[in-house]
C-alpha cells in the first residue's frame, strides 16, 4: 500500500498563501487518486480538493474554490495543494490520503492516509 507524508504547513496571515506537498512512495503512484482533507478541532473531517491519477481531473470543495489548487508530478511521486487567499477558518490539520479506484471526496474511501501538516492563518 502507498504510504504518504505531507509538509508546507505554518504560520501565515489571511490572505497569504501556501503551498501544501503530500510525497508517496511506491512505483505506481500515477495510478491512485489522492485527495486532501482538513479537520479543525472539534470539527469532523472534510474534503478539500482532489485529484485524478493522470492529474486530468480536479475536484474542489464549494469553500475552497478558486483559491486552491491541486496539482500532482507523477515522476515525483507528489501531489501539491497550492493555497492562496487564506482565510482564519482555513485553519486546521491537512491531511493527504490514497485510494485506487474512481475520484470520490468521501473520507471513508480512502485507505492511505499522511500524518498531516498543520496550518494557521492569523486574521
Known amino acids: 500500500q502507498v504510504q504518504l507524508g505531507e509538509s508546507g504547513g505554518g504560520l501565515v496571515q489571511a490572505g497569504g498563501s501556501l503551498r501544501l506537498s503530500c510525497v508517496a512512495s511506491?512505483?505506481?503512484?500515477?495510478?491512485?487518486?489522492v485527495g486532501w482533507f482538513r479537520q479543525a478541532p472539534g470539527t469532523e473531517r472534510e474534503f478539500v480538493a482532489a485529484?485524478?491519477?493522470?492529474?486530468?481531473?480536479?475536484h474542489y470543495a464549494d469553500s475552497v474554490k478558486g483559491r486552491f489548487a491541486i496539482s500532482r508530478d507523477n515522476a515525483a511521486n507528489t501531489v501539491y495543494l497550492q493555497m492562496n487567499s487564506l482565510k482564519p477558518e482555513d485553519t486546521a490539520v491537512y491531511y493527504c490520503?490514497?485510494?485506487?479506484?474512481?475520484?470520490?471526496?468521501?473520507?471513508?474511501?480512502?485507505?492511505?492516509w499522511g500524518q498531516g501538516t498543520q496550518v494557521t492563518v492569523s486574521s
Open positions: 485529484i485524478s491519477g493522470s492529474g486530468a481531473t480536479t
Open positions: 490520503a490514497a485510494r485506487y479506484g474512481a475520484l470520490t471526496l468521501r473520507a471513508y474511501d480512502y485507505p492511505a
Open positions: 511506491g512505483r505506481t503512484f500515477s495510478t491512485y487518486v
